[in-house]
């Protein structure tokens, strides 16, 4: 299920890596594209939107709406 959040706490490439990560750690099979410039997180994957939300806010980072 392919699905994008809002996320105002992405800044660096360091960012990018750490949310990446930690999303493929829990589906290795998931496509992850993280905006640096619009601040969005796009995600393909088996995972529940809710399961992707905890993932992201799990490493620190802040999901909107």
């Known amino acids: 299920m392919a699905m994008k959040f809002d996320v105002p706490t ?17 589906d290795p099979q998931a496509s ?4 640096i410039d619009q601040k969005t997180v796009s ?5 529940s939107e809710s399961s992707v939300r905890q993932a ?3 490493v620190g ?3 909107k709406g």
């Open 56 to 58: 992201i806010t799990s």
């Open 10 to 26: 992405v800044v660096c490439q360091g960012c990018v890596d750490t949310i990446t990560s930690v999303i493929k750690v829990a």
């Open 43 to 47: 995600v393909d994957t088996e995972m």
């Open 61 to 63: 980072h802040e999901v």
């Open 32 to 35: 992850v594209d993280v905006s």
